[in-house]
């Protein structure tokens, strides 16, 4: 194995996939609950993004900033048009989108602290990691980014943290890599007033929950609070890295010309596979069908032994175990029961399937789990 080992991969190679089934390099078929960890919100190889990468792949790949192309103009103006934003910066993952936020607070602000809350993920890179207050992804890289203050994702504690010296608070609506925790609405009001009596600009890192994964196009539509720049990557382009920071009207204008830059992002090949990303999910009569399914998968959990406790929104969903072995039971799904999902913790189990799903592979789903769990 010449892979560097910065991830424990399990002992199956896949070779092809299509909706939400995955087929190993033996021929077995699995059941994928997890989509590339929300990614590959539309299904596996949906018809229309590969399409669209075949017919771009054919006419242009590659340009660089220095230029503009249709695909990335457009689709700059359609995520505007389809969220809170006036203009949107683009790259290549969420730890870069969430770079570019950071970079865009502190300027906007011109002074330092960025208010983070416990059991946040916002990536891998030194902002991004620095902005995530988990001891053991920390640790072995001090010294981090300074400027970062944590809280308790609780009222008191955000609307003490936020003061004149605050550039930003940066929040994920539902901490996804951290179990499915969805932030109350009483706790996003709190910060959004926080920052509006200073002046700070509210953040969200949808990276995770956007792109339909809770049933709405963008998490923040389901919660009293509009940010005033978020955060995408993930789901974004159909499987093609992508990010993008898109900014609403009051930080719009501070990133100048020379600010902030990527060689690849927003190139024509992922922009064309975004625009068909969102063929797909900006479409009400799907949205609704992640509600609806998602409320399905939720109530079969409940139903299933060793489930404690469901929680989520649209088909971002978390299912909290009686016992404390949910990485080997996630292992155990895979390779006795051909479903793929994941464990976030010792005792949490996370689903995020596509989009796509249809209720048969739901029911299926929990099939596989009731078989397990018993
Ligand atoms: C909420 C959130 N932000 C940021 C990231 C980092 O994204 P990437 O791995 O594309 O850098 C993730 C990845 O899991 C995430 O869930």
């Known amino acids: 194995m010449t892979l560097s080992p910065t991830y424990a991969r399990y002992p199956v190679e896949f070779v092809s996939g299509s909706g939400c089934v995955l087929q190993d390099s033996d021929g077995n078929e ?12 539309v299904g596996h190889c949906h018809p229309r993004v590969v399409e669209a990468i075949r017919e771009q792949a054919g006419r242009l790949i590659h340009v660089s900033n220095l230029f503009t192309t249709s695909e990335n103009v457009s689709l700059a103006a359609r995520l505007v048009e389809l969220s809170f934003g006036v203009n949107v910066f683009f790259c290549n993952s969420g730890a870069e989108a969430n770079e570019a936020a950071l970079k865009l607070v502190r300027k906007f602000r011109s002074r330092g602290e960025i208010v983070v809350v416990h059991g946040a993920f916002h990536g ?19 010294p981090l980014v300074p400027g970062f203050r944590v809280v308790p994702p609780l009222v008191d504690a955000i609307a003490g943290a936020v003061s004149e010296d605050t550039a930003a608070v940066l929040l994920e609506p539902i901490q996804g890599e951290t179990g499915v925790n969805i932030v109350p609405d009483e706790v996003l009001v709190a910060a959004r007033e926080a920052c509006d009596a200073v002046g700070a600009a509210l953040v969200f890192d949808e990276v995770q929950t956007g792109m339909g994964r809770t049933g709405t196009l963008w998490a923040y539509e389901q919660t009293p609070v509009v940010p005033d720049a978020m955060t995408l990557a993930k789901g974004l382009a159909g499987g093609v890295p992508m990010g993008a920071l898109v900014m609403g009207p009051r930080v719009a204008d501070v990133f100048a010309p020379g600010d ?15 625009h068909a990303a969102l063929d797909v999910i900006d479409d009400e009569a799907l949205l609704a069908s992640v509600r609806e399914l998602g409320a399905r998968l939720m109530a079969g ?3 299933l032994p060793a489930v404690e406790s469901v929680r989520g929104r649209g088909l971002m969903v978390a299912a909290e175990l009686t016992r404390d ?5 996630a292992r155990r799904a895979l390779l006795e029961q051909r479903l793929i999902v994941n464990a976030t913790g010792p005792t949490t189990l996370r689903f995020l399937p596509p989009l796509i799903v249809s209720p048969p592979e739901i029911d299926d789903a929990l099939s596989r789990l009731s078989r397990l769990l018993s």
């Open 124 to 142: 891998r890179t030194y902002g991004a990691l620095s902005a995530t207050p988990q001891e053991s992804k920390q640790a072995p890289f001090a």
């Open 325 to 329: 072995d949910a990485p080997d039971l």
């Open 301 to 303: 959990l409940e139903r």
């Open 30 to 41: 699995y059941l994928d609950f997890l989509s590339g960890i929300a990614v590959n919100n």
């Open 260 to 274: 902030h830059g990527s060689t690849f992002a927003g190139g024509p090949l992922a922009s064309a596979a975004a």
